[in-house]
């Protein structure tokens, strides 16, 4: 048995059972062993992205990793970005990246780098160059271990060309993975201290906390205490909708953020950490927590999120009370020109049961939420690193991991244009995905940026920078030529009609949605119906809303 | 004046005038401090690895860096696999990644990551985040110094936000590029002996080495003492064809290299390594080079390659020698069904004067040399570092270096996909380049590798990770939906009429050749076809080659 072999082994007997793939020459006897081990899926990617973002997606659903399969320095340096998301999102990858052979490294050959340099960018808890082919798998078992434990870690295996075809290679079992441990009394008596000093308090839910057993004891801890459900900005997977308890995100825009915490007292992080801006602004606060307000944690994301909220909710004699659960409510079909928010009012109105919602549309996705909170019972994927270009390669993996739920990927124009080449792996393994690509022909959310970082006077030049408006990218016909059924709307009732079909046909479907928004028109329309659809906002902190971003 | 404005007055003043950017948040400031330099012109792409690639592509016809415009270390993940490229070309390329403000960096933001140790897989030479605005013109001086030096290198300049927007930048001036000393006394010394000896040599020409007075000076040389004259097998940029001298490329593959060198006793490198294999293969040695062959170094890469010709021209006496120089000799245009060789004849029949050819045509373009050897003078631009997905943006980089040139790039199916969205950078900038896509619907070059490696007997899962049939990839409709005129052709009657067309009609346009040539079909008419395309070797060596190559 060669080293490549018995690497498939010890992955597949641990349960890893997909790999993303986008192989060259020093991977193919990995490549060969694929035909030993027939519980192993490879999935190929024509871009490393696309295979990393997949490796992310499928392990937020299937909740273990996948294994990638990479090619050198320059395979990784490609898939970085999405791995970067996983790293922030606490997902386990295990990510296996080939290399030259070890007795080849001296030549300094066109393909030879420093891989590990790379690898630690996203692999601080493992990186390591295997050295032997009767030790691979030793090495396999430890970067495993150390992707799958609590937190996820993205864990790096580097594996030369001749670890890999050497002969006498070893199978090993990955133990059993240890329990987490939940909040210990110290953290529990203060929180508990912290809920019943009668200030205002809200718990800040975020990693594992946005399952629904957890999201069940926070929304019992919220009914007996009238402490506020928040969750994280960007979560890496949030169970939502019908049967579960309303929880409000807190908002991109530090601008939002910072009135959504303005009256809280104190907050507790459950499985999240405080929030701060994603960028920093001349003359603002990156801190979003108010001076006045204490911050307590019940549960680190090396903890057990669902214990920790579940003895929280037992010590408070919460465990009884009654959560607010949310009834089946949608919004109706939109009509007219079509729009950004009315896409997300059409994907509210039709959402089926137990879809996976992947949210990558910055701006145009801005009433998503609000659409679609109380729709059938979803979850949403969010991009957990900022590094745009997730959305397609998540759908991707997500609807391998579910083959049997419907995926619903909102995705930017720009950013789907990253990692476009996903629609080829979606088209050659049919996967139930519907890509939904807002054209709006522009960075829009730069065009907001611009102005928030301060250089809103800029020129043409710079503003020919967020563009993209010449050409104006066609996605149907991008979609057509990776083999995905694609069409271009730009009608609410031909979205809808879209949208419709695409769900109720199988394989790979994709709605290119016409929503020419100026940036005016965004400040001038949707803003303002965010704030209506926040009712549970104080009226003191709609005003203040109002007047900090739609006057 | 802040930070920004400084340091695009001192690029700008240092002749660097483009800058290739995806700009994100936090380069704001940059892309505004655009305005206030009419002399730099900055060019959108739409993903990463299309900016690093085109300023890698601009730098090889300016003779000068770019600017690349990056955002954070996902963005410079993006890029990577180009960078690297330019970095084993020894291609001068100045990184900019923009970073988060320093006071924002402790607060750990989605976007936070160690940029510094993903840059010095591409960037040995010179990484530095500028700490204060203060200062950064002087980081600025160091970066593009380090860039354009001899050898050049990419060096990266990290921006904090703060340090761009700060105000108190202070332009500076970038001394005068000091000249690059020749080859010793001492050496000339020992290769003069090696030539002398009587024993078979050949000048190994690499870099600098085959631009055309160091060709010509090769050609002297080659004229008064009968060496041979090889290329490096992946030329940074190679001037060819008619007015030249030929000069033969050490082949991809090593069985082909081996026989190539193997009746050489003295191999004399000038600006060029010694030759070893791309990858390892299983009992098969990497370094390429003879046993009983000694090998000389003329002039290392921070030498003038020019200069130490000339100075051995000069001791040889071969100064007033007459070179052998190419007539202009084209091939006939091709008919019948297409194949990727009538591609490549094709190109050699109507190549335009003064043309860029790219190639990226691993197994489709091996008879590229053949068919263009004697066509009219062009450069030749090759994939230097092994990570695919070069081609398409360098013909974006080449066609802004040289507008008035034709860019043709050919490029493998595979390859095109990871970079694909340059095409829409080419419409974007009206850029004159046909690109021309093989479409063979599979990793050609690894079904050849898998049995290189000795993984021949590889099964169907394995087989199909090279595939790429099911969906085809449609390039024309692609290149459409990007705005590019792009046709799909199958006869070579179509595709001369596609190439005529496109090489007299400004702008992009994308030419798919669908080929679909199988791997017995390679083996069995396409190297035959090189054996017969390389008259200069002796009979004993093609038939050593017959032997191994194409039984």
């Given at each position: 048995?060669?080293?490549?072999?018995?690497?498939?082994?010890?992955?597949v007997?641990?349960?890893?059972?997909?790999?993303?793939?986008?192989?060259?020459?020093s991977?193919?006897?990995?490549?060969?062993?694929?035909?030993?081990?027939?519980?192993?899926?490879?999935?190929?990617?024509?871009?490393?992205?696309?295979?990393?973002?997949?490796?992310?997606?499928?392990?937020?659903?299937?909740?273990?990793?996948?294994?990638?399969?990479?090619?050198?320095?320059?395979?990784?340096?490609?898939?970085?970005?999405?791995?970067?998301?996983?790293?922030?999102?606490?997902?386990?990858?295990?990510?296996?990246?080939?290399d030259?052979?070890?007795?080849?490294?001296?030549?300094?050959?066109?393909?030879?780098?420093?891989?590990?340099?790379?690898?630690?960018?996203?692999?601080?808890?493992?990186?390591?160059?295997?050295?032997?082919?009767?030790?691979?798998?030793?090495?396999?078992?430890?970067?495993?271990?150390?992707?799958?434990?609590?937190?996820?870690?993205?864990?790096?295996?580097?594996?030369?060309?001749?670890?890999?075809?050497?002969?006498?290679?070893?199978?090993?079992?990955?133990?059993?993975?240890?329990?987490?441990?939940?909040?210990?009394?110290?953290?529990?008596?203060?929180?508990?201290?912290?809920?019943?000093s009668?200030?205002?308090?809200?718990?800040?839910?975020?990693?594992?906390?946005?399952?629904?057993?957890?999201?069940?004891?926070?929304?019992?801890?919220?009914?007996?205490?009238?402490?506020?459900?928040?969750?994280?900005?960007?979560?890496?997977?949030?169970?939502?909708?019908?049967?579960?308890?309303?929880?409000?995100?807190?908002?991109y825009?530090?601008?939002?953020?910072?009135?959504?915490?303005?009256?809280?007292?104190?907050?507790?992080?459950?499985?999240?950490?405080?929030?701060v801006?994603?960028?920093?602004?001349?003359?603002?606060?990156s801190?979003?927590?108010?001076?006045?307000?204490?911050?307590?944690?019940?549960?680190?994301?090396?903890?057990?999120?669902?214990?920790?909220?579940?003895?929280?909710?037992?010590?408070?004699?919460?465990?009884?009370?009654?959560?607010?659960?949310?009834?089946?409510?949608?919004?109706?079909?939109?009509?007219?020109?079509?729009?950004a928010?009315?896409?997300?009012?059409?994907?509210?109105?039709?959402?089926?049961?137990?879809?996976?919602?992947?949210?990558?549309?910055?701006?145009?996705?801005?009433?998503?939420?609000a659409?679609t909170?109380?729709?059938?019972?979803?979850?949403?994927?969010?991009?957990?690193?900022?590094?745009?270009?997730?959305?397609?390669?998540?759908?991707?993996?997500?609807?391998?991991?579910?083959?049997?739920?419907?995926?619903?990927?909102?995705?930017?124009?720009?950013?789907?244009?990253?990692?476009?080449?996903?629609?080829?792996?979606?088209?050659?393994?049919?996967?139930?995905?519907?890509?939904?690509?807002?054209?709006?022909?522009?960075?829009?959310?730069?065009?907001?940026?611009?102005?928030?970082?301060?250089?809103e006077?800029?020129?043409?030049?710079?503003?020919?920078?967020?563009?993209?408006?010449?050409?104006?990218?066609?996605?149907?016909?991008?979609?057509?030529?990776?083999?995905?059924?694609?069409?271009?709307?730009?009608?609410?009732?031909?979205?809808?009609h879209?949208?419709?079909?695409?769900?109720?046909?199988?394989?790979?479907?994709?709605?290119?949605?016409?929503?020419?928004?100026?940036?005016?028109?965004?400040?001038r329309?949707?803003?303002?119906?965010?704030?209506?659809?926040?009712?549970?906002?104080?009226?003191?902190?709609?005003r203040?809303?109002?007047?900090?971003?739609?006057?």
């Open positions: 048995m060669n080293g490549a072999q018995a690497l498939m082994k010890t992955l007997d641990a349960g890893i059972e997909v790999c993303f793939s986008n192989p060259g020459t991977e193919m006897h990995f490549v060969a062993a694929l035909d030993d081990e027939p519980k192993m899926r490879a999935v190929l990617a024509l871009f490393e992205g696309v295979a990393t973002g997949a490796a992310d997606g499928y392990a937020r659903m299937a909740d273990k990793p996948a294994a990638t399969l990479l090619h050198l320095g320059c395979g990784l340096g490609n898939g970085l970005a999405n791995l970067h998301n996983a790293r922030k999102g606490k997902v386990p990858v295990v990510n296996i990246v080939g030259h052979a070890t007795v080849h490294v001296k030549y300094d050959a066109q393909l030879q780098s420093d891989i590990e340099t790379v690898a630690r960018n996203v692999s601080p808890g493992f990186v390591r160059t295997s050295q032997s082919t009767a030790e691979l798998c030793k090495d396999a078992v430890e970067a495993i271990t150390t992707a799958r434990g609590l937190p996820g870690q993205v864990a790096t295996l580097i594996l030369p060309a001749d670890v890999s075809w050497g002969e006498g290679g070893i199978p090993c079992a990955v133990p059993a993975q240890a329990e987490s441990p939940a909040a210990d009394d110290g953290a529990i008596q203060s929180v508990l201290d912290a809920i019943r009668g200030k205002k308090t809200a718990l800040l839910l975020g990693g594992r906390a946005l399952r629904e057993p957890a999201l069940i004891a926070a929304a019992k801890i919220a009914a007996a205490t009238g402490v506020k459900l928040l969750a994280e900005t960007f979560p890496t997977r949030m169970e939502r909708g019908q049967g579960l308890p309303p929880v409000e995100r807190i908002a825009l530090a601008e939002l953020a910072s009135v959504q915490l303005a009256e809280i007292d104190n907050l507790i992080l459950v499985d999240s950490k405080a929030p801006s994603f960028f920093a602004y001349p003359g603002k606060k801190y979003l927590v108010p001076d006045d307000c204490t911050v307590y944690t019940l549960s680190r994301p090396d903890q057990d999120a669902r214990t920790s909220l579940a003895k929280l909710a037992d010590a408070l004699g919460a465990d009884k009370a009654q959560p607010e659960i949310q009834q089946l409510q949608r919004p109706s079909a939109p009509r007219g020109r079509l729009t928010p009315k896409v997300c009012k059409a994907v509210g109105h039709y959402l089926p049961e137990n879809a996976i919602i992947i949210d990558e549309a910055i701006t145009s996705g801005l009433m998503l939420n659409m909170a109380a729709a059938p019972r979803h979850d949403m994927i969010t991009l957990t690193g900022g590094a745009i270009g997730q959305g397609l390669p998540n759908a991707v993996g997500a609807a391998i991991a579910c083959p049997e739920r419907p995926v619903i990927a909102l995705i930017g124009d720009g950013t789907a244009m990253y990692t476009i080449q996903a629609l080829w792996t979606m088209a050659r393994e049919q996967l139930n995905v519907t890509s939904i690509i807002f054209n709006n022909a522009s960075y829009s959310v730069l065009n907001i940026e611009l102005e928030r970082v301060g250089a006077e800029a020129g043409a030049k710079a503003k020919s920078q967020l563009d993209l408006n010449w050409p104006v990218l066609n996605f149907a016909q991008l979609a057509q030529g990776m083999g995905v059924h694609g069409v271009r709307v730009d009608t609410a009732e031909a979205f809808n879209a949208l419709e079909y695409a769900l109720s046909h199988p394989g790979p479907h994709l709605i290119e949605a016409m929503v020419p928004e100026s940036l005016s028109g965004l400040k329309k949707i803003l303002p119906w965010v704030l209506r659809s926040l009712p549970s906002l104080p009226a003191s902190v709609t203040t809303l109002k007047n900090r971003i739609a006057p």
